[in-house]
């Protein structure tokens, strides 16, 4: 397409919060424009919730902002005015129809995540709000006539001499370049620098809701074994410093599934403090210690005459029992009946307390989201709009605002687009 000189509004990012931003800015008097780096829009947008979109979560408002930690109170406005149940009915109107799931999470009815990409460039379309793909902004300057300058590398990424520098002007900008996450979707931390040129804070950042990689070679032996109904819990010397209850998964390099992504803030925060961190799986968390004892008592009973590794195979799924056999240091075909009190000490405290000495967490190659961003005492949340630079609008992943899974991050990512897009 064809750019034009001067807009008076330009977007910069077609994720969800850039595309909902363009249409709550929809004037028919106003010239505006979104500009996409990546020859695709909404590519995060579209295998969000592994190719279903959790696109929101039916908490309620306190609770929704308690899973983004102390920076949620930023949010407060911004849902106050276009919340969980202003989204659903958004896309409803739009044409998609929903599902409330397990931990009242909100899927599409028919589980496609690029059915919410595709009613957002729907309605783009019909506004004719022109989005101008393969347009990766490089650089954003103010001038002393009040207008943004804007240079795009457009093309960049195909044929050589197709690609040009372009320059267009602009009387406000939307900066909603999303985070550093799963960089192959086009978000790769570009807007921060952006951002930071105009004068802006950036809060550190760092992957999250993201693998952690374990010391030592036991998840790997492990590898592909699903617990679920599992407690897992983060300790830092004597100190609990997070605990969540449900599935997880181990890895080739360590563990995750839904309870250690969510887990993972916390762990990410202390091992970048250079802290020794530990994650304690309780495989028993419905059963205390003298419930679990009363257990391994019955089933010693019950099978007195049989090896170890009979019983190991009662309590536990099979690819732990020789992880366990190793651990104990007890022979597989020790005789029920031979077991003493500290043998059954040691296996009470093993299901209880299964431990993993963290080594670090993968790169933001596999984090979904990125946490710090643009400090939020720089941004109004009322409007979204920046308090050192007037015209400037960010929404979306680029402000230091992340929660755990959950449908609450596309939330923030819509909420914070609406808000922008309206003001
Ligand atoms: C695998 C995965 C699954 C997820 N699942 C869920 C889920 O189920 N529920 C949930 O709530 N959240 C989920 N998330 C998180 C959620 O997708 C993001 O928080 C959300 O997409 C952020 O929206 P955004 O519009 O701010 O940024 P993005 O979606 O990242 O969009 C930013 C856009 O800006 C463009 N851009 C970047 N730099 C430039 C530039 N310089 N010039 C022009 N364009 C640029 C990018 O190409 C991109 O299209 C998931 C994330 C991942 C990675």
Same mark, same amino acid.
């Given at each position: 397409?064809?750019?034009?000189?001067?807009?008076?509004?330009?977007?910069?990012?077609?994720?969800?919060?850039?595309?909902?931003?363009?249409?709550?800015?929809?004037?028919?008097?106003?010239?505006?424009?979104?500009?996409?780096?990546?020859?695709?829009?909404?590519?995060?947008?579209?295998?969000?919730?592994?190719?279903?979109?959790?696109?929101?979560?039916?908490?309620?408002?306190?609770?929704?902002?308690?899973?983004?930690?102390?920076?949620?109170?930023?949010?407060?406005?911004?849902?106050?005015?276009?919340?969980?149940?202003?989204?659903?009915?958004?896309?409803?109107?739009?044409?998609?129809?929903?599902?409330?799931?397990?931990?009242?999470?909100?899927?599409?009815?028919?589980?496609?995540?690029?059915?919410?990409?595709?009613?957002?460039?729907?309605?783009?379309?019909?506004?004719?709000? =022109? @989005? +101008?793909?393969?347009?990766?902004? #490089?650089? &954003?300057?103010?001038?002393?006539? /009040? !207008?943004?300058?804007?240079?795009?590398?457009?093309?960049?990424?195909?044929?050589?001499?197709?690609?040009?520098?372009?320059?267009?002007?602009?009387?406000?900008?939307?900066?909603?370049?999303?985070?550093?996450?799963?960089?192959?979707?086009?978000?790769?931390?570009?807007?921060?620098?952006?951002?930071?040129?105009?004068?802006?804070?950036?809060? =550190? @950042? +760092?992957?999250?809701?993201?693998? #952690?990689? &374990?010391?030592?070679?036991?998840? /790997? !032996?492990?590898?592909?074994?699903?617990?679920?109904?599992?407690?897992?819990?983060?300790?830092?010397?004597?100190?609990?410093?997070?605990?969540?209850?449900?599935?997880?998964?181990?890895?080739?390099?360590?563990?995750?599934?839904?309870?250690?992504?969510?887990?993972?803030?916390?762990?990410?925060?202390?091992?970048?403090?250079?802290?020794?961190?530990? @994650? +304690?799986?309780?495989?028993?968390?419905?059963?205390?210690?003298?419930?679990?004892?009363?257990?391994?008592?019955?089933?010693?009973?019950?099978?007195?005459?049989?090896?170890?590794?009979?019983?190991?195979?009662?309590?536990?799924?099979?690819?732990?029992?020789?992880?366990?056999?190793?651990?104990?240091?007890?022979?597989?075909?020790?005789?029920?009946?031979?077991?003493?009190?500290?043998?059954?000490?040691?296996?009470?405290?093993?299901?209880?307390?299964?431990?993993?000495?963290?080594?670090?967490?993968?790169?933001?190659?596999?984090?979904?989201?990125?946490?710090?961003?643009?400090?939020?005492?720089?941004?109004?949340?009322?409007?979204?709009?920046?308090?050192?630079?007037?015209?400037?609008?960010?929404?979306?992943?680029?402000?230091?605002?992340?929660?755990?899974?959950?449908?609450?991050?596309?939330?923030?990512?819509?909420?914070?687009?609406?808000?922008?897009?309206?003001?």
């Amino acid at each position: 397409m064809m750019l034009q000189n001067q807009y008076d509004i330009i977007i910069i990012g077609a994720g969800p919060a850039g595309l909902i931003a363009a249409i709550e800015s929809y004037k028919s008097s106003e010239k505006i424009l979104i500009l996409e780096k990546m020859h695709n829009p909404a590519l995060k947008l579209r295998i969000s919730g592994k190719g279903r979109c959790n696109i929101t979560n039916n908490a309620v408002l306190e609770d929704f902002i308690s899973h983004f930690g102390k920076n949620g109170r930023f949010l407060k406005f911004a849902f106050a005015n276009f919340f969980n149940t202003d989204l659903i009915k958004y896309f409803e109107k739009l044409g998609v129809q929903f599902k409330l799931e397990r931990g009242e999470r909100y899927f599409p009815k028919n589980d496609d995540a690029g059915e919410i990409a595709k009613a957002l460039l729907n309605k783009v379309k019909l506004l004719n709000i =022109p @989005i +101008s793909t393969n347009s990766e902004v #490089i650089n &954003i300057t103010k001038l002393p006539d /009040k !207008k943004f300058t804007i240079t795009i590398n457009k093309n960049a990424k195909h044929i050589q001499k197709n690609a040009q520098r372009i320059q267009i002007k602009a009387d406000k900008i939307v900066l909603a370049t999303g985070g550093k996450s799963y960089p192959r979707t086009g978000s790769t931390g570009a807007g921060f620098k952006l951002a930071s040129q105009l004068g802006h804070t950036i809060t =550190p @950042i +760092s992957p999250s809701i993201v693998p #952690i990689e &374990i010391k030592g070679n036991a998840a /790997k !032996k492990l590898q592909g074994l699903s617990l679920k109904n599992v407690k897992a819990q983060v300790w830092c010397g004597n100190k609990k410093a997070d605990e969540r209850f449900g599935e997880m998964l181990f890895t080739d390099f360590g563990l995750s599934g839904p309870i250690i992504l969510s887990l993972s803030k916390t762990v990410v925060k202390l091992v970048d403090d250079k802290e020794k961190v530990f @994650i +304690s799986i309780d495989l028993k968390p419905a059963l205390d210690h003298k419930m679990v004892e009363r257990r391994i008592i019955r089933e010693i009973t019950e099978h007195s005459k049989q090896g170890f590794k009979h019983l190991l195979k009662k309590l536990l799924p099979g690819k732990l029992v020789s992880v366990f056999i190793k651990k104990l240091k007890i022979s597989e075909e020790k005789q029920l009946n031979q077991i003493n009190s500290e043998e059954r000490r040691k296996l009470r405290m093993l299901l209880k307390e299964f431990q993993f000495e963290v080594a670090g967490y993968r790169s933001f190659n596999h984090a979904i989201v990125t946490s710090g961003g643009i400090c939020i005492k720089e941004i109004n949340p009322q409007t979204m709009e920046s308090k050192l630079v007037k015209g400037l609008y960010f929404a979306g992943e680029i402000i230091d605002v992340d929660a755990d899974t959950g449908g609450f991050n596309l939330q923030a990512a819509f909420s914070t687009g609406w808000v922008a897009g309206r003001s």
